[in-house]
T-cell receptor
Framework: GENVEQHPSTLSVQEGDSAVIKCTYS??????FPWYKQELGKRPQLIID?????GEKKDQRIAVTLNKTAKHFSLHITETQPEDSAVYFC?????????FGAGTTVTVRA | DTGVSQNPRHKITKRGQNVTFRCDPI?????LYWYRQTLGQGPEFLTY????????KSRLLSDRFSAERPKGSFSTLEIQRTEQGDSAMYLC???????????FGEGSWLTVV
């Protein structure tokens, strides 16, 4: 099955700086890569996703890049704000079953 | 609210008791999933329904766990003879046919004491 590794496990950034989270996957058949944001005690919320036919996707301050050859994808958050503080999960799938990374706890310092 | 709805949100039970969680997916979503999440980990896949048919069960789903979706709408997840290791958040999610985008509910927290 798919195995997704995520780094770093924790990330502390100064407000206004950028944050980058990286994930690698094992199954070359995976073709869909979503990112979820989860606040304490809340549901995972989809913030951005990318499909394997696209190398990069951007939505305001959030961007995701995908390198299929190397089997890794990354989340970039620019101009971080305190409300960006949360746990972020990457995931990968080639059908319906998402395999998640272990998560990155992002803390934005004011 | 047209999101995925789960209840109860919190359940504390004694070891050995049975518990049941309910999930109401987004209407018109044919696919329904159950995931389990423990502290500090990402969600882990448990099972998947296409309409009323349960098409896949993870090996994480021991024979004490049973999930149903009798009419292809809401789903229930029952855990029999609960153990302390069952303590976790049980997340339900749904998606459209042919769509990868999965929407999660708020989860049902289970604490087994």
């Amino acid at each position: 099955g798919e195995n997704v590794e995520q780094h770093p496990s924790t990330l502390s950034v100064q407000e206004g700086d950028s944050a980058v989270i990286k994930c690698t996957y094992s199954d070359s058949a995976s073709n869909y890569f979503p990112w979820y944001k989860q606040e304490l005690g809340k549901r995972p919320q989809l913030i951005i996703d990318i499909r394997s036919n696209v190398g990069e996707k951007k939505d305001q301050r959030i961007a995701v890049t995908l390198n299929k050859t190397a089997k890794h994808f990354s989340l970039h958050i620019t101009e971080t704000q305190p409300e960006d503080s949360a746990v972020y999960f990457c995931a990968a799938t080639n059908d319906y079953k998402l395999s998640f990374g272990a998560g990155t706890t992002v803390t934005v310092r004011a | 609210d047209t999101g995925v709805s789960q209840n109860p949100r919190h359940k504390i039970t004694k070891r050995g008791q049975n518990v049941t969680f309910r999930c109401d997916p987004i209407s018109e979503h044919n696919r329904l999933y159950w995931y389990r999440q423990t502290l500090g980990q990402g969600p882990e896949f448990l099972t998947y329904f296409q309409n009323e048919a349960q098409l896949e069960k993870s090996r994480l789903l021991s024979d004490r766990f049973s999930a149903e979706r009798p009419k292809g709408s809401f789903s229930t997840l029952e855990i029999q003879r609960t153990e302390q290791g069952d303590s976790a958040m049980y997340l339900c999610a749904s998606s459209r046919d042919g769509g990868n985008t999965i929407y999660f509910g708020e989860g049902s927290w289970l604490t087994v004491v």
